[in-house]
């Protein structure tokens, strides 16, 4: 099974994607680098992170301000730390939390001095470097001191404060972005292709001999416009051939004609077996002419109006007019009708394709075979030369030399079925002979007819 195309929608917005992912793992390239070396700026913004968290531990009880470690920095937080040390106190210098040694107090700054609203320090200690800074919060009318060194961090703070800043200050924002762009990209080349989508379904049911039946290039985009004309034109130089040809054809089947009956009348009036061989060769090329004629109005019939069919009753006035040349052949015929359905089309059309099929059957079947014409089921109708003998024929291929005698005939069969929007399939029998089975779409709601 082949897989089908991706549509334009898709491909666009894929290339968009695989640049716009480019592009993000680009940037976030650069951010890392950035902060990689820049210790004091990521202490920075642990500070300003960890003094948010520890200032949800505020309570008033009584008209005073207590204070509780939040659940978020009491394992942290909790007796005496050796990795992380906070400070909580007011302006004047009242503690109210405070987990810190003495070298952490040393480290913080003075009770009584008037600190900037967020400050911060480097620190080597032993560990990698770290930072200690506060940050002054406000809380029920009151401003309050929170300090915080982080020496040696175990937890991780500011490898998170690192990741959030990138997905906050990125991340986000990118893939919002990202998201706008594939969304409109995808709705304005879904609504620009409309017309397009347009053409295709009249295309899939359009007939390039028909002059009425082009592409509108009307609201089209400029690229796909000038493809749409391009289809036309070439259209337009197939009706310009088949016009051509419908011409000639019809030209050589009138002049020929004449002649050829000229001739048979004089044949008749030889009394010797090779005149005999003579007429039957004339009837043949009497034959190639009436198929010629039919291939050249053929392009001219899906301009008169459709009616609707019995394939029985076409069947068989075919088959009545056909079974003397089936005797004259010494081949049987075989009649077999199931459940046959109308369908709309042209009637003489039909006969002819139908005709074809049971004079290339008598012709070409091989000896002791039967020829089997069935109607139905729906609107179908099977022509089949059927082996009957004992012995299985040595198979034929079908591209044999007694297809391609076969070819002309054939070939308007095809054209008539899809003229008739309908199907046609040949194919070869395991016993020996032939199937050939034209289908039609049957009306709509009508009753079997057989």
Known sequence: MTRSAPSLVTLVVRRILIF?????????????????DDELRLGSLAIEHETEILAQG???????IGYVLPPAAGARYAGNGSHYFARISTMEGQVLFSNCDPECSRRFLPFRSSPPSLWISETKIDAPIRVIGGHIIPHAGMKFVIEVAIIGDTDGVITSVWVHEIADHMILPMGLILFVVLGATALSIYFALAPVRKAVQQLDTS?????????????????????????NRAFDRVNDVIEAQKIFTSAISHEVRTPLAVAALELEKIDHPRARKVEHDLEDLNRLVDQLTTLARLESSDIALKVPIDPL???????????????RAGQAVEFREQFAESFSGYPDLIADALRNLLENAIKHAQKGSNIIIQVGPGSSFVVTDEYVGQDVPKKIPLESKRERRQGLGLKIVQRIVEIHGGTFELAGLAKGGKSAVMKFQPQSGNANVG
Not at 20 to 36: C, D, K, R
Not at 58 to 64: H, S
Not at 210 to 228: C, G, H, L, N, Q
Not at 313 to 326: G, K, N, T, W, Y
């Open 20 to 36: 716009s992912l480019i592009a993000m793992g680009a940037q976030l390239a650069g951010v890392i680098v950035e902060y990689w």
């Open 207 to 231: 007939d390039p001999v028909s002059a009425a039946d082009r592409i509108p290039t009307k609201d089209m985009p400029e690229e796909v416009a000038r493809f749409a004309s391009a289809v």
């Open 58 to 64: 505020f309570t008033d009880r009584l008209a005073e």
């Open 313 to 327: 009753v076409v069947a068989r006035e075919v088959v009545s007019a056909i079974v003397p040349l089936a005797y």
